[in-house]
Structures are given as C-alpha cells and as structure tokens.
C-alpha cells in the first residue's frame, strides 16, 4: 500500500502560513521568523507546488470560488490587460531583458490579466522590446487564451490603448 499525505515535523497550515509570509514581506527565504517552520522546509514545498501546478490550482480554484459568491461565472467573459516597463537589476542576464523604444529604457515588461472584480488571471513577464500590441492587437481572446489558461470562455478584452496592427 502506498503511503501519502504529509507525516513530517510540521503541520501543513504552518507552511502555507511561510508561503504566504514570505510572499507578503518579500523577505528571503532564510530569514523566515523562527516561529515558522525551517526555510528548507518550507522552499521544498513551494517548489513542489510551483512546479507540479499546485499552486496554480488553488489560486483557480479561490478566484472561481469569489467569482461565484459574487453570482458571476466561474470563469470571465472579459479580462483587462495591462503591461508596466520595468528595470532590470544589475546582474540580470542581457537575453532576458530589452530596450523599451518608446521610453528608452532597458529592462522587462510584465503584462497582467484580471477580470472585472480585480481578480488575478495571469501575469506574464518578457523583454521590454516586445511591443504590448503583440498580445493586445489580436481579437479578443485570440492571442491571451492560448497564453492564459482556464480562460478560454472570455470574449472580450480592454486595455489601456488602442490596439494596433503590428509593424504600425
């Protein structure tokens, strides 16, 4: 028979409690607060999570649960995009990074969906070079479902510029 579920030293609500600390505070791992579980422990778990699509699954599971309690579907008929031009850190690699030519600046753009409760749908990061017509300019859902998944009911998309065509 095999064995699952947690039987290690630490009750799984004292990591998520660490999870959500470190997201909150944005402090390192290793300087959790000794009253949490240890950072090893607690990075194990956010990886595992990370990467097996855990973490992915809850947050969808919370926003379609505060979508339904608001009488809305579970998934959004409309998302609004938005993207900021950010810079990159010092020792953040060229390849990932870019040059925004409109604001003449290096660095990364990180684009955000969310419907119209605020709730979050994704976040997506690239280079600042690509244009925020490349993902806005297509109709609505053509180009963000394939990028966003779960949302692929939405019809309709706003954002905070006219879209254009490419090459524009």
């Known amino acids: 028979m095999r064995r699952t579920g947690h039987e290690g030293k630490y ?3 004292e990591i998520v409690n660490a999870i959500l600390y470190q997201s909150r505070t944005g402090c390192q791992w290793a300087y959790l607060p000794n009253d949490l579980p240890t950072s090893g422990t607690v990075y194990y778990y956010f990886g595992l999570w990370r990467d097996d699509g855990t973490d992915q699954t809850v947050h969808d599971l919370l926003r379609w649960q505060v979508r339904e309690k608001k009488k ?3 998934d959004p008929s409309l998302v609004v995009l938005d993207t900021q ?7 953040v690699p060229s390849e990932t990074t870019g040059r925004d030519a409109a604001k003449r600046m290096p660095g990364r753009k990180r684009g955000i969906a969310v419907d119209v409760l605020g709730l979050i749908i994704a976040v997506v990061v690239v280079t600042t070079s690509v244009h925020g017509s490349v993902w806005r300019c297509a ?3 053509a180009i963000t479902t394939s990028r966003i998944p779960g949302t692929a009911t939405f019809r309709e998309q706003l954002t905070d510029t006219p879209a254009r065509s ?3």
């Open 166 to 168: 490419v090459g524009q």
């Open 72 to 74: 809305r579907l579970a």
């Open 139 to 141: 109709p609505a859902g």
């Open 85 to 91: 031009s950010v810079h990159a850190a010092a020792g």
């Open 11 to 13: 009750q799984m609500r």
